[in-house]
């Protein structure tokens, strides 16, 4: 079992960056593939971004491509969600999840994540 605590998230003007950290707990961090997930006020959770088990592989949802960049540190058991360029519609609550999976393997399903954080707010004025 691991389990998962967001930080980093705040208030930040349009245009901005900001760097969310998701520290987990146990020894088997090394095992789990990583995904972020936001869901904006009133809507579904919605994948942002995964990572592999050793951090190799990635992928994002279109609407972040070339402005978030999720990597993952297993000696430190944590997982980052750069974030650059920021727009009023990232608004949402960020959570960060781990999923049991292979090797190489980048989760991007929902339900295929089994152990999730309580969330981190991200609000991005205009």
């Known amino acids: 079992q691991v389990q ?13 960056s900001l760097r969310l950290s998701c520290a987990a707990s146990g020894r088997t961090f ?3 593939a990583m995904g972020w997930f936001r869901q904006p006020p009133g809507k579904e ?8 088990r050793r951090g190799v592989r990635t992928d994002y949802a279109d609407s972040v491509k070339g402005r978030f960049t999720i990597s993952k540190d297993n000696a430190k058991n944590t ?3 750069q974030m650059n360029s920021l727009k009023p519609e990232d608004t949402a609550v960020f959570y960060c999840a781990a999923a049991e999976t ?25």
């Open 4 to 16: 998962l605590a967001e930080s980093g998230g705040k208030l930040v003007q349009a245009g901005g």
């Open 30 to 32: 090394s095992t789990y």
């Open 45 to 52: 959770r919605e994948f942002v971004a995964g990572i592999s």
């Open 79 to 81: 997982v980052y969600l």
């Open 102 to 126: 292979l090797t190489g393997i980048v989760v991007t399903t929902r339900a295929a994540y089994k152990y999730w954080g309580q969330g981190t707010q991200v609000t991005v004025s205009s």
